[in-house]
T-cell receptor, first 113, second 110 residues
Framework: EAGVVQSPRYKIIEKKQPVAFWCNPISGHNTLYWYLQNLGQGPELLIRYENEEAVDDSQLPKDRFSAERLKGVDSTLKIQPAELGDSAVYLC???????????FGPGTRLTVL | DAKTTQPTSMDCAEGRAANLPCNHSTISGNEYVYWYRQIHSQGPQYIIHGLKNNETNEMASLIITEDRKSSTLILPHATLRDTAVYYCIVRPPGTYKYIFGTGTRLKVLA
């Protein structure tokens, strides 16, 4: 069974540029999560989707971050414009439902110069 | 939400059992204990979870004390590939909230 797929794995951009991350969850998983992981810290939840609906985006900085999950499968997380402090690993995870075990993708490591 | 406390780092000799402790003294009766690990440059990997009873799978064993205030993850025969950061997470049932701490950095030594 294929796991959670994320791309790109690495991204280097200059500050004020836009950037987007893509996630394809495990087939059949209705719940999708985006996490942010700073160096030396554990992941922190940014947003959770149930199918195509964002049901918890309370931790998403909405001034520059946006996300979508069209058709309730793949998801995209966008930052516009990026700031130096956005340098981190962005993780996507999925689960069958909100109370089920979460499975993580490999993450996208973003470096903002 | 219950908090967890883990040692910052541990070493283990290759081939020996690695015992990783976690304190969750404020856990409530229906909260699950989850363990994940994160190998360098990879996403967190699910290992095991439990509620009250001890659990075992192909990766590890989870021992939860009778009062549920602490647990131990056991890797029975540690290999160099088990070197990773191990996270203990307490999660209320039916919720999605995983609150990761800083975990335990396990180093398996040859």
């Amino acid at each position: 069974e294929a796991g959670v797929v994320q791309s790109p794995r690495y991204k280097i951009i200059e500050k004020k540029q836009p950037v987007a991350f893509w996630c394809n969850p495990i087939s059949g998983h209705n719940t999708l999560y985006w996490y942010l992981q700073n160096l030396g810290q554990g992941p922190e939840l940014l947003i959770r989707y149930e199918n195509e609906e964002a049901v918890d985006d309370s931790q998403l900085p909405k001034d520059r971050f946006s996300a979508e999950r069209l058709k309730g499968v793949d998801s995209t997380l966008k930052i516009q414009p990026a700031e130096l402090g956005d340098s981190a690993v962005y993780l996507c995870a999925s689960s069958l439902g909100p109370g089920d075990t979460q499975y993580f993708g490999p993450g996208t490591r973003l470096t903002v110069l | 939400d219950a908090k967890t406390t883990q040692p910052t780092s541990m070493d283990c000799a290759e081939g020996r059992a690695a015992n990783l402790p976690c304190n969750h003294s404020t856990i409530s009766g229906n909260e699950y204990v989850y363990w994940y690990r994160q190998i360098h440059s990879q996403g967190p990997q699910y290992i095991i979870h439990g509620l009250k009873n001890n659990e075992t799978n192909e990766m590890a064993s989870l021992i939860i004390t009778e009062d549920r205030k602490s647990s131990t993850l056991i890797l029975p025969h540690a290999t160099l590939r088990d070197t990773a950061v191990y996270y203990c997470i307490v999660r209320p049932p039916g919720t999605y909230k995983y609150i990761f701490g800083t975990g335990t950095r396990l180093k398996v030594l040859a």
